[in-house]
């Protein structure tokens, strides 16, 4: 039902502020939640009671209501007010002139808010103020300002739509979910948040509702899960693990796997043995060995399948990359091992001559090529593969919403439907990595190879800014490089930020004898590359970047990265910048400063932990969700009452949810 000005009591002006907040119906204003409550059960009669550091309630006379208009032109009233002893106090209030002609000298009121003591007298600035009578909520919601109209005004408009609330709301939880954990229905737990009977039975509500918000989101994610498995039944290339060729892969690398690795590897050839689609996320930092995990599974799957069906080509794996870079590299790396093993590999991304690329195609196409090494031109119609049988993404959140969607339908038409392993060099902990990866299985790679140095990270002082100069100095002189990290592109007068120009600037003077490159959002694509690849060949010893770029490539001779005003980032953000040092075999340095007067003690974690997830987690623990690196991009879902950091109770709701879908087949 939609509402209306003779409904609410209102003009046409909040009207349309309401719709275009998206509230339209009556059930929309009662899906407004309130942000939190008030309890002004307690009511205090004596002044002599009141405490200065908690609103209250206050029970007290106006013996005496007086306004003026001050030098700026503003109207002040002032309210002499007098408690159960006759003692004294004072109320004020700016521009409130409606106050004088709902309240008058002689009224007893009630007041609420915060009481000041100044002077040598109790005041109240601006607090609430209401007359004295039956029905008083002593309970009450507090909303959120919307589209500029004020909470308060939201409250006193519920307040007229409560006769709605219980034929309103059709449940989501189901009955049977509910019946188990004791669940009111939606419309009661609507009913008693805007309406609460007590500070419980709203916790309650709130509670119950903040499950509901989960469970919503969590069963489209299973759904989804549910479907791909049904839809990719018998079509799904099913490999039975082979011991020992998987031994013998590993014994041929020229290093040990971890023991995470292992794991990991088994989770995955365990999702191939099943007859339907594979839909797995591995997440792990970058250098905990995601490639190679990948690699051995392809290798599996190709050798097994050829095994299984010697009249059949083995099935085909497409690694895919986010750039061209970084698909190069993948594929240059491994053609050799490939080989060692009757794997051939190929490269098909964009800037191939059309002659190179049409080849590429035809030996895809063929089923020549076992592996294919490329961007999202992997995908697109003209490529068709002879067996696409396992597709891998790498860094798969830097992928589009539309190129994602476009691998969706690719695997989802293709004869038959390839395993999905996506990789991501983002850790996120793992309430958020369940809510926002909820169609996939998490493998998690938390623990880097023996021997790897651990990148030495200092939060340094004004005072010791110098000696870090220093040392980047000696550092260049004995060849490496330097990434200096600064938070805005321009000059801001008010933000006391050096931004990333102004740093070339200021490093230039500092090491007069040094090459200062410049890299920021502003500039083109191609006059990036260009800084990328005079970084790449050592032209430029220390590059100033602003913190919008990605500094896509991997330089293993920088060895130190610097950060302006390191308060302003979260941790996990932080970390994705450090981690663009310490990629080759030398000790690398990470040095945060801060700006004047910050108190470092969140900073200090980085000092203390090189571990991705467990600085993520901290950034959710302080910060929330939208602030933990690489998930504002992954769509972190609106929540009014769930807490997403709350691992247990979403592992439990996706318990719950699998049990009821079971239970109801
Ligand atoms: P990621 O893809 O997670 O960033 P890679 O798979 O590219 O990591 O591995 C990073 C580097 O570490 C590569 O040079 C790789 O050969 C090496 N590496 C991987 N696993 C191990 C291991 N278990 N022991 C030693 N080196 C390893
Ligand atoms: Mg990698």
Redesign the pocket.
Known sequence: MQLTKSLLHTTDAYIKRLHEAGIETISDLLGYFPRDIEDKSDVCERFSEVSIKEKQVIKCKIELLTSETTRNKKLLIKAVIVDLDGSYAEAIWFNRKFLLQQFASGDTVMIYGMAKYEYGKLSFPSCEIEHLKAGRREIVPVYSDLNYIPGTWIREKIVLLRSYLAWTFSDIVPLEIRNKHGFRSRSENIASVHFPASLEDFERSRTELGYEELFQFQKRWLEKKYALERDSLGLAPELTIDVELMKSLIASLP????SK?KIVLFQILKDMERPHAMARMLQ?D???????VALLASVHSILVSRNKNPEQIGVQVAIMAPTEILARQHFSGQEAWLMQWGISSDLLVGSLTPRMKEDARSRLASGQTDIIFGTHALIQDSVSFARLGFVVVDEQHRFGVEQRKTLEEYCSHSVIIPHRLNMS?TPIPRSLAMTLYGDQDISVLDEY?AGRLPIHTRVVKEEKRWEVYRWVDEEVKSGRQVYWISPLVEESDTLDIASATNMQEILSGIFPHLTIGLIHGKMTGKEKDRIMQEFYENKIHILSSTSVVEVGVNNPNATVMCIEAAERFGLSQLHQFRGRVGRGNSQSYCYLFTTKEYKTDRLKAMEETNDGFELAQIDLDLRGPGEVYGVRQSGVPDMHFADLRDTDLIADIRWDIEEWMQWKK
């Open positions: 290093f040990p796997l971890t690795q792990g970058v250098g905990t060995g995601k490639t190679v060099a190879p």
